[in-house]
């Protein structure tokens, strides 16, 4: 209950802090930190029965579509990314994409590239758009209402129009960022894990909208799940990165609920999954990076391994309710039992964060934000897995 409680004082710190329910400046909105804003607003919801926080949830997505749907304040350009009216854009706010929400303009066709500004430019990445849509996705279900799941749609179609391209040798890949219009690559190497986040994504987008039975054909996702899942054939996903160990950790878990609940043919993909996801986490503890002092270590991507480790019992419970519905059952239980004796590493990341000493390196101040709010996904994680 005490983690609950610290979750719901870090949302509504954030909420006045960021411009979400202080007018008196302008928001700061940035999209990941704000996809899982949205999810920790509706857990909180869930939990409480407070429909305060169902409208700071949907005030946040409104807010973003109004900043991060537009052109960045110092652009040349102004107005909507997808070029339509006000009133057309309103109705359809993700068809242009969406600005991450990076400090500085992004870099001009005609500027050198600097590997380390880069990071602070503006643009548009694949990574951040799936969580955008798996905000939405989440709204969608949490309200009942279509509209959240067919935005999440159209943003699906968008980014996957805009990043993937053939390659010389004919086969299918993905550029890292774009420009803020979607017209050119800005990084043009592919992210290691962004085909499958996008194939998980786009499966949950997908099965979400046959509830809806009024949503358009025309926001089918099948060619895009078939170009994905092409891209992520073979492919080895292993990493020691822990953000990118706990995004194939919630990866795995949205598939396995798609499995359950869907009927999806999955299962070989999560097996293969899990195990490059044991031996990401071999590589990851050999580091001993948790032993570091605090102004050593980027707290954001240790709490996107603590959400990912909350996964775990979520899909064991999950598997060993509907074990019909698995093939391998057997390697799918072994997989998953070999993982939980990382399941303390949640606990401990969690706990050394929570401390408030922790929190008052420059480490964190820094990325106060993203760190704060990816805190209190992990210690109400339902909302976000």
């Not at 854009?89 to 600005?99: D, I």
């Not at 420009?179 to 043009?188: C, F, I, M, T, W």
């Not at 054909?217 to 073979?234: F, P, T, Y």
């Given at each position: 209950?005490?983690?609950?409680?610290?979750?719901?004082?870090?949302?509504?710190?954030?909420?006045?802090s960021?411009?979400?329910?202080?007018?008196?400046?302008?928001?700061?909105?940035?999209?990941?930190?704000?996809?899982?804003?949205?999810?920790?607003?509706?857990q909180?919801?869930?939990?409480?029965?407070?429909?305060?926080?169902l409208q700071?949830?949907?005030?946040?997505?409104?807010?973003?579509?109004?900043?991060?749907?537009?052109?960045?304040?110092?652009?040349?350009?102004?107005?909507?990314?997808?070029?339509?009216?006000?009133?057309?854009?309103?109705?359809?706010?993700?068809?242009?994409?969406?600005?991450?929400?990076?400090?500085?303009?992004?870099?001009?066709?005609?500027?050198?590239?600097?590997?380390?500004?880069?990071?602070?430019?503006?643009?548009?990445?694949?990574?951040?758009?799936?969580?955008?849509?798996?905000?939405?996705?989440?709204?969608?279900?949490?309200?009942?209402?279509s509209?959240?799941?067919?935005?999440?749609?159209e943003?699906?179609?968008?980014?996957?129009?805009?990043?993937t391209?053939?390659?010389?040798?004919?086969?299918?890949?993905?550029?890292?960022?774009?420009?803020?219009?979607?017209?050119?690559?800005?990084?043009?190497?592919?992210?290691?894990?962004?085909?499958?986040?996008g194939?998980?994504?786009?499966?949950?987008?997908?099965?979400?909208?046959?509830?809806?039975?009024?949503?358009p054909?025309?926001?089918?996702?099948?060619?895009?799940?078939?170009?994905?899942?092409?891209?992520?054939?073979?492919?080895?996903?292993?990493?020691?990165?822990?953000?990118?160990?706990?995004g194939?950790?919630?990866?795995?878990?949205?598939?396995?609920?798609?499995?359950?609940?869907?009927?999806?043919?999955?299962?070989?993909?999560?097996?293969?999954?899990?195990?490059d996801?044991?031996?990401?986490?071999?590589?990851?503890?050999?580091?001993?990076?948790?032993n570091?002092?605090?102004?050593?270590?980027?707290?954001?991507?240790?709490l996107?391994?603590?959400?990912?480790?909350?996964?775990?019992?979520?899909?064991?419970?999950?598997?060993?309710?509907?074990?019909?519905?698995?093939?391998?059952?057997?390697?799918?239980?072994?997989?998953?039992?070999s993982?939980?004796r990382?399941?303390?590493?949640?606990?401990?990341?969690?706990?050394?964060?929570?401390?408030?000493?922790?929190?008052?390196?420059?480490?964190?101040?820094?990325?106060?934000?993203?760190?704060?709010?990816?805190?209190?996904?992990?210690?109400?994680?339902?909302?976000?897995?």
């Amino acid at each position: 209950m005490h983690h609950t409680v610290t979750a719901r004082s870090i949302m509504d710190d954030f909420a006045v802090s960021t411009g979400l329910t202080d007018n008196s400046f302008e928001p700061r909105r940035y999209l990941w930190t704000d996809a899982f804003a949205v999810c920790n607003y509706l857990q909180l919801y869930r939990q409480s029965g407070e429909k305060k926080l169902l409208q700071l949830a949907l005030k946040l997505v409104d807010q973003v579509h109004l900043t991060l749907g537009k052109h960045h304040r110092d652009s040349e350009y102004h107005g909507w990314l997808s070029r339509l009216d006000d009133a057309q854009a309103k109705l359809h706010p993700t068809r242009g994409g969406l600005r991450i929400g990076k400090r500085l303009n992004e870099r001009q066709p005609d500027e050198a590239f600097d590997d380390h500004l880069e990071w602070d430019r503006d643009g548009q990445y694949f990574h951040y758009l799936t969580k955008w849509m798996h905000a939405l996705n989440r709204v969608s279900q949490v309200t009942g209402k279509s509209t959240y799941n067919e935005w999440a749609l159209e943003l699906a179609k968008t980014a996957h129009a805009a990043f993937t391209y053939t390659s010389a040798g004919g086969s299918k890949r993905m550029y890292w960022k774009m420009s803020v219009d979607l017209s050119r690559p800005q990084v043009a190497s592919m992210g290691q894990h962004d085909p499958l986040d996008g194939l998980a994504t786009c499966l949950r987008l997908a099965a979400t909208a046959k509830s809806f039975p009024d949503t358009p054909a025309v926001l089918s996702l099948d060619n895009e799940i078939a170009e994905l899942a092409a891209m992520c054939a073979g492919q080895n996903w292993i990493t020691d990165d822990p953000l990118g160990i706990g995004g194939l950790l919630s990866n795995a878990n949205t598939l396995v609920q798609l499995i359950a609940g869907h009927h999806l043919h999955e299962t070989s993909r999560v097996e293969a999954l899990l195990l490059d996801i044991e031996l990401s986490m071999q590589a990851y503890v050999s580091h001993n990076q948790l032993n570091l002092p605090a102004e050593y270590r980027l707290a954001f991507r240790e709490l996107g391994l603590a959400i990912g480790l909350h996964a775990i019992c979520r899909m064991q419970k999950v598997i060993e309710q509907q074990p019909e519905n698995f093939t391998h059952l057997g390697k799918l239980r072994s997989r998953l039992n070999s993982l939980s004796r990382f399941r303390d590493l949640d606990e401990i990341i969690d706990n050394f964060w929570s401390g408030a000493e922790h929190r008052a390196v420059n480490s964190w101040q820094e990325h106060a934000d993203i760190n704060n709010v990816m805190l209190a996904t992990s210690l109400a994680p339902d909302g976000y897995l």
